[in-house]
Every structure is written in C-alpha cells, then in structure tokens.
C-alpha cells in the first residue's frame, strides 16, 4: 500500500504544501490517540474539571485546536490559520505562502458517547491583492489548493483532495502513516439515502419541506421509492458516509432562531466538504447557489448546505427553483 508523501509527490503537490499537510497529519495522530485512549487519557468531559493527579483537564476540542495551531505555526510555512474553536485569526509568519482553516474536532458532542467524530481542513494561498487579517481567508471554495477531513471512527482515516480527485488514506497504527485504501473516490449518481436533522423539520423552508415529505412518502409518494435516513451528528461521518455509498446530506437554513438560520460554518466545513464532493463527482449548493462559489464575507459565516449525489441534490434543487430564497439565505 503506498504511502501519503509518494502519492501527493505523484499529483506533482509542492513541497511545502506538503509538509504542511504532513503537520496537519501529526496532529492528527495525536488527536487520534487521545481519542482512542478515551476516559484513559483525562480529555473526556464537557468542564474544566480536575484529574486524579490534580491535573486541569481541558476538552478535547480545545486540546485539539492548540494542538493543530501550534504545530502549524512552527513551521513557519503559514501565514495565519482560522479555527472554528478562535474568534479571530492567529497570525504566524508574514511571509509565509499558505493560509489553513479548520474544524478540530467537527461532531465534539460525540465525544462522550465513544461516536465518530473529525477534524475538516481547508489550505488556501495568500492572496495576490492586498489583504491584511480576516481578509487573507476571505476567498471562494474554488480557490482552495488542499482540503479534507480526517475521520476518527473505528479506524482512522485521512479523506483529501489536492484538485486531482479524491484518495481515502487509513492510518496504519503500527506504522503511524497513513496509507492509501481507495484511489479514486466517486460519488453513485442516485441514491436512496438521506441525511437531516428531523427535529427541525416544522422550521424549515417550503421546498425543503416538500423535498423530505417527498422522500418519506416512498413507495407510495411521487419518488416511488423508499428512502432510508442516517443522521451521526457529526458532519465528517455524514459525509463520509455519502462519499463511500452515494447519499444526500442536508442541514439546511430554518427559522427556528431568525438571527442564526444556518448552522454549518462556510470555511472549514461546507467549502472543504464541497470541494471533496465536487471532486468526487457530486454536487453541493445552498439550495440556491453553488457553494464553492460563494464569496465569503467572514471567516465564521454560515451557510445552508446540500450535498451528496449528483441526480439526488439536482431534485432536490428543483424544489428550490421557483421559490424565493426569502429569509432562509444564511
Ligand atoms: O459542526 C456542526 C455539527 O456538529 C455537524 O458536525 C453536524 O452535522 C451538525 O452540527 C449536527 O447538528 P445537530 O446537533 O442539529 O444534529
Ligand atoms: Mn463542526
């Protein structure tokens, strides 16, 4: 089985990107081996609480955006990163070419229930015209030079695109590399899986509405068929899960709180994931425009997200097309 380095040396990925890719995997080993520790390594719990030895224990997701952000500033290779778990951005080297976004640990609330959970990545370039701060990462989704997610599940695995397909990578625990397990990641067409929250259902838009009503009716509804429903509550499983066996996977924008309609983040979760998607053969949009077109006015910004399926997210965008995006637009 080959290794990563060989095969991003291959796709012809410059050696810097690489190394930075390589900190972002060193961290994630780290990541993944406290998680596998469990209870074990203290960095379970949802509070500042104190260990047996009077240690402070810290949440894994904190644990894990220090660990992620200061191994990639030691590099000296980024110029600044943006975390979900920041509010603003950290800056390292000046002069430094690469820009990295992220999740640390997407899907945290499964932590305490030994779930699947992950980390989303997102490598972008400084840009060419003048930008300074939160500006720096202020690009569209098509602008990304690397993106990915790294999957803690049963096994542990490194989901990554460069622009040249998608490769799913397995981390070899004795070897502690990741090696490559699928070549070329492609998305099935058509499916008969869906994936959304339910609970929010009596919040959401007309067409989204009718578009799941639609589903559920199976056999007997205007689809004909039967639709199954997975839902982790962890965006990393989801969408992993539709990239392995074809799926739609939504969490579209709802009233239920007016002054926050989406939930997903823009840059390190639905940018990343639509390149991965698009790169696999599928499609992703707000339900009214494509999102690695966006234009990303924050670096926090939500959107509404669809994705998954070519033919599947192409229905489910019919529904959208002569209904107004009104107050649902993120
Ligand atoms: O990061 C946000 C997130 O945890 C996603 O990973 C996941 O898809 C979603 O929120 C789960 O939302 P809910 O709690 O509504 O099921
Ligand atoms: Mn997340």
Redesign the pocket.
């Given at each position: 089985m080959q290794r990563l380095i060989p095969v991003l040396n291959k796709d012809h990925v410059s050696l810097h990107l690489i190394s930075v890719i390589n900190t972002l995997l060193t961290a994630a080993k780290e990541i993944s081996h406290r998680l596998h520790q469990g209870s074990l390594a203290g960095t379970l719990g949802s509070t500042l609480d104190e260990n047996i030895q009077g240690e402070t224990q810290k949440k894994l997701d904190i644990v894990s955006n220090q660990l992620i952000k200061n191994m990639l500033l030691e590099t000296q290779l980024v110029r600044a990163v943006a975390s979900e778990e920041e509010d603003d951005i950290v800056e390292g080297n000046p002069d430094a070419k690469y820009l990295v976004a992220y999740?640390p640990l997407?899907?945290s609330?499964n932590i305490d229930i030994n779930g699947s959970v992950g980390t989303i990545f997102t490598i972008l370039e400084v840009p060419d015209h003048p930008a300074e701060g939160k500006e720096l990462f202020l690009q569209t989704g098509d602008e990304q030079v690397a993106a990915g997610y790294i999957l803690y599940g049963p096994s542990t695995m490194l989901v990554m695109t460069t622009g040249s397909g998608v490769r799913m990578y397995t981390l070899d625990h004795t070897v502690g590399e990741f090696l490559l397990t699928v070549e070329d990641v492609s998305i099935v067409k058509d499916t008969q899986e869906f994936g959304i929250?339910m609970a929010n259902q009596r919040f959401w838009s007309k067409p989204m509405s009718q578009y799941i009503g639609d589903l559920i009716a199976g056999e007997e509804g205007p689809r004909g068929k039967r639709f199954n429903m997975r839902?982790n509550?962890?965006?990393?499983a989801?969408v992993h899960r539709l990239l392995c066996r074809g799926g739609i996977f939504t969490?579209p924008a709802d009233c239920r709180n007016p002054a926050k309609p989406c939930?997903?983040r823009l840059l390190y979760?639905a940018m990343p994931m639509s390149f991965l998607v698009e790169q696999a053969g599928g499609r992703s949009s707000t339900g009214y425009e494509r999102i690695m077109s966006l234009q990303p006015t924050d670096i926090h910004q939500r959107v509404s997200v669809i994705m998954g399926s070519a033919n599947e997210v192409s229905t489910c965008l019919q529904y959208h097309k002569d209904v107004p995006c009104e107050r649902f637009d993120g």
């Open positions: 999740d997407d899907g609330s929250n839902w509550a962890a965006m990393v989801d969490y939930k997903l979760e």
